[in-house]
């Protein structure tokens, strides 16, 4: 039987409309599976809300789709989001996929929904994401018509607007983009960066504060082996792709040099060489900070309305408190102090940790030839072949796709969803990485694949996980012992004792235990009486959503902006229109709406 896309979104669109129209919760949500997913980014709420089962949808809408204003449903005009047909997950039948736009109370919004029949052959919603695009008269720079009459204009002196612009931007700017822990992670230079751009596009000035000396360094510091372990696509950075030559794998210095001419091609205002100093005090009454910015030595007052920080998703280095290791005669490290194994050829090195560092930094001694490597594994790993997982990838950011079309599509699937489906079919990873798992479990590696059988991808934004490429081999053969289910207890002059009384002979030990999350980082300089007002950072919350990032923080004024080059990149948009409804006074600085009482105060403003 032959389906045609347009007649099954045209059939449901128009039923999902008059469903709004009615304004009943109870019909909205017989447009959706019982099952089905509505992931809502700012449209019926000033939140990022993702609800499972009608019963939830049904809740969710019967105290905001009177209010929602939703009109003018239509589908979308673009010609790369036409519907399409698509392999609907652990099942023989064809879903269609639709894109749709419309208006709604908070501005132009946009929908992207998957239909797949139910039990009676009707097509209904399995997933649907409605969001807030732009708000009208403030929209997004790049989504407006070319002008022609902004350059080429006689007289006109652009560079010098310019450097007036960027002189205003770092006088009064209206937001602070930055890091104020001590170390900082890979990650913080992306986030921040794409955050910063985003904001630009969107006319909010915005002013970034790196603390090392070039932007890049964060990750110049690193060890000298470090790649990426996603294609190219996945961690592209927002507006600007990469030439057509690039490697598929961005190592470390590359990336770093990329950033930095990234922050000059978006014109993006950073002060390098700065740290905000602690505890900068919130003002109730003027809604702004009082900050301080150590800049080059000196000290710089501004008077910013937000602070947004957006160090990736972890803060200072994790390092174990473990007894006695003054007495130790060797050298100890935590795995961002790495610089590489050559030093340590001949050494004998233990590696705490299984993750994605430690298996880099293994490798690394082993080719530069160390004596002995040593990986201790404390828990369970989730380790698979990094083809598998970019292959993956490369289906969901396809080369002949546009990435903010890849990005739309990718954000509109929920990952509560990805969670069932992925756990549904894990027994698929196991076998696709059985001759990867043979060798390391024959090197003595324990693998799981997450606790309750996510897979990597998801464990990643709850914990962490590890890619192999190249270091199974050497786990295989022995070139990298494993000592699995022990953990370090104390150190002795020649190396550790573990749990289980043996000894590990070292002269080096490296802690490749990961990072403090960025808000147990930050409550140092912020201060308890302000981060004790937050809520988590990272993870996943119920719902599948990102913990206490592109939301209201807890704190007015404050806000966090965590992971992947993807999720920064799609998440910018939905931080940027709240802290532009902020700014124009539709939101207060907590992200609720004002009362009437303070709509009243902002109109004689």
Not at 1 to 24: C, G, I, K, R, T
Not at 155 to 162: A, H, S, V, Y
Not at 351 to 356: D, P
């Amino acid at each position: 039987m032959h389906l045609d896309p347009n007649v099954v979104a045209s059939e449901w669109l128009a039923a999902f409309s008059e469903a709004v129209q009615s304004a009943d919760p109870t019909r909205v949500a017989e447009t959706f599976l019982e099952s089905g997913w509505f992931r809502d980014i700012l449209v019926f709420t000033w939140d990022i809300r993702t609800l499972a089962g009608q019963e939830k949808i049904t809740s969710y809408l019967a105290n905001t789709l009177a209010n929602s204003g939703i009109s003018d449903v239509k589908v979308d005009e673009d010609p790369l989001l036409v519907p399409r047909t698509f392999d609907v997950p652990a099942t023989q039948t064809l879903g269609v996929e639709v894109a749709f736009t419309f208006e709604c109370a908070h501005g132009h919004g946009r929908a992207n929904a998957r239909l797949v029949p139910d039990a009676a052959g009707s097509y209904k919603a399995m997933t649907l994401m409605t969001e807030l695009r732009d708000l009208p008269g403030h929209e997004e720079l790049g989504t407006l018509p070319l002008r022609d009459d902004i350059t080429g204009i006689p007289g006109r002196d652009m560079q010098e607007e310019f450097t007036n612009w960027v002189r205003e931007v770092e006088t009064k700017p209206y937001v602070l983009i930055g890091t104020v822990q001590k170390y900082l992670p890979v990650g913080g230079g992306q986030t921040a960066l794409q955050i910063a751009a985003r904001f630009k596009q969107m006319d909010i000035p915005a002013l970034v504060v790196e603390r090392h000396v070039r932007i890049g360094d964060s990750w110049r510091k690193r060890y000298p082996s470090l790649t990426l372990h996603t294609v190219r696509r996945h961690h592209t950075l927002l507006y600007q792709p990469y030439p057509s030559n690039w490697p598929q794998f961005t190592p470390r210095d590359k990336i770093a040099d990329w950033l930095e001419q990234y922050a000059a091609t978006q014109d993006l205002v950073v002060w390098t060489n700065a740290e905000l100093k602690v505890k900068p005090i919130y003002n109730a009454e003027t809604k702004d900070w009082d900050v301080t910015i150590l800049r080059e030595g000196f000290d710089v007052k501004l008077r910013p309305a937000h602070i947004v920080l957006a160090t990736g998703t972890l803060g200072e280095p994790n390092i174990p408190d473990i007894p006695e290791v003054a007495q130790f005669s060797g050298q100890v490290m935590h795995s961002q102090q790495f610089a590489g194994g050559t030093p340590y050829a001949g050494k004998r090195v233990v590696v705490i940790g299984a993750g994605n560092s430690s298996i880099d930094i293994c490798q690394d001694l082993v080719l530069r030839g160390a004596e002995s490597v040593t990986m201790v594994q404390r828990s369970q790993t989730c380790v698979l072949a990094r083809e598998y997982v970019c292959e993956l990838l490369r289906r969901s950011f396809p080369e002949d796709v546009p990435l903010p079309v890849a990005d739309f599509r990718w954000g509109s699937f929920p990952l509560g969803l990805l969670k069932q489906l992925t756990i549904a079919d894990q027994q698929s990873a196991w076998d696709a990485n059985k001759e990867l798992h043979d060798k390391l479990r024959k090197g003595g590696l324990n693998l799981s694949m997450g606790p309750e059988g996510q897979g990597i991808y998801l464990l990643t934004l709850e914990r962490g996980g590890g890619l192999d490429k190249g270091g199974a081999d050497m786990i295989g053969d022995g070139r990298i012992q494993v000592k699995g289910g022990i953990s370090p207890q104390r150190f002795t002059e020649t190396g550790l004792v573990m749990s289980d009384e043996s000894e590990l002979p070292a002269d080096v030990v490296i802690f490749a235990t990961g990072f403090v999350r960025i808000r147990e980082a930050n409550a140092e300089v912020l201060g308890h009486e302000v981060i004790d007002k937050t809520d988590e950072v990272f993870g996943l919350d119920e719902e599948g959503e990102i913990k206490g990032s592109y939301r209201p923080s807890g704190h007015p004024g404050l806000w966090f902006a965590t992971g992947d080059f993807f999720i920064s990149r799609f998440m910018s948009k939905a931080l940027a229109l709240q802290l532009k409804a902020i700014q124009l006074g539709i939101l207060e600085h907590d992200g609720r709406r004002p009362s009437m009482k303070e709509k009243e105060q902002i109109s004689k403003l």
